[in-house]
């Protein structure tokens, strides 16, 4: 196994002619250079030098040595400089994925003060729904996936084997429009009380959330749309065509118009949380991300 600080002894041998020089320009010991030397050659198993009294030559090997000794070290300088960049936030990438709600509430502004903070740092963002999301992480496909999962809900996904960074326990909303007969209470309103009304479904596992909360309320929804795509739920409300069950976070990325919200009884919650791998958590990119989110989070 060659060393590189081997390689740095025998290019200095080779550069000032002699042991002594060698030593004085390393700031190390005669001794010390005679050492690494010996190490060297017992490595590759071949002389290096010729001593020949005071003067000393670069055998063939030596010769062939020096001059890849030279790129190599060049290469390790740097590889040395970027890992330190990388380090200390002066590059580095990160590889997000978020849910469609985060990506247009959590993840633009903690992504603004990464960059003012970090400018050299780059982020770069898919979205994906969990479970998905966190396949992709346990994949390698990316570095922390944006996830949530609903307190209470059967088959709540296991992350024991990841980083978990809480971020923030956001509530289920009822949307009404804004003509219903119920959309100008101001107390919480029981699910319960919307039993008879066609439905406005969400994602999927939304949708699931949906049936299993209205079925412990004693009903089944009567899905009449079922779409992914949030602002078309609230439109589909606001045109009179049902009622929508939504986390609040969810709401908060579009703008709903002709649409009342209200506060669901009892009171349904997802934890929106940051996952990582324990490898990963460690890269600081990866944590000044995760910080970043969290403190987006608690504003």
């Given at each position: ?13 080779a ?24 190490a ?55 590889r ?53 999962r ?13 980083v ?31 039993a ?20 412990g ?8 749309f ?69 403190r987006?989070?608690?504003?």
């Amino acid at each position: 196994m060659i060393e590189a600080r081997h390689l740095r002894v025998l290019r200095a041998v080779a550069t000032t002619g002699s042991f002594s020089a060698a030593a004085r320009e390393l700031g190390c010991t005669q001794p010390a250079v005679s050492q690494q030397m010996k190490a060297l050659e017992g490595s590759v198993g071949t002389p290096l030098l010729v001593r020949t009294g005071r003067e000393m030559r670069l055998t063939q090997a030596g010769e062939a040595l020096v001059r890849h000794a030279t790129g190599i070290l060049a290469g390790l300088t740097a590889a040395e400089e970027e890992v330190a960049a990388i380090a200390g936030l002066r590059a580095g990438r990160v590889r997000l994925v978020s849910f469609p709600s985060g990506s247009s509430t959590l993840v633009p502004t903690a992504l603004a003060a990464l960059r003012a903070a970090h400018p050299g740092t780059r982020v770069s963002l898919e979205e994906a729904e969990p479970p998905r999301s966190v396949e992709l992480l346990r994949e390698g496909d990316c570095d922390i996936a944006l996830a949530f999962r609903y307190e209470g809900a059967a088959g709540a996904e296991e992350w024991d084997d990841l980083v978990v960074r809480p971020l923030l326990r956001d509530r289920l909303v009822a949307l009404l429009p804004e003509r219903h007969p119920l959309a100008a209470r101001a107390e919480p309103l029981a699910i319960g009380a919307l039993a008879g009304e066609p439905w406005i479904a969400g994602c999927p596992r939304c949708r699931g959330q949906l049936v299993e909360v209205c079925e412990g309320a004693g009903f089944t929804p009567r899905i009449d749309f079922a779409t992914d795509d949030y602002p078309a739920v609230v439109g589909l409300v606001g045109a009179g065509l049902g009622v929508a069950v939504l986390p609040q976070l969810a709401v908060e990325s579009v703008r709903p118009r002709g649409v009342r919200m209200l506060t669901l009884e009892p009171s349904v919650r997802r934890e929106i949380v940051a996952l990582t791998l324990p490898d990963l958590a460690q890269v600081p990119a990866v944590a000044a991300t995760l910080e970043q989110l969290a403190r987006t989070a608690r504003r």
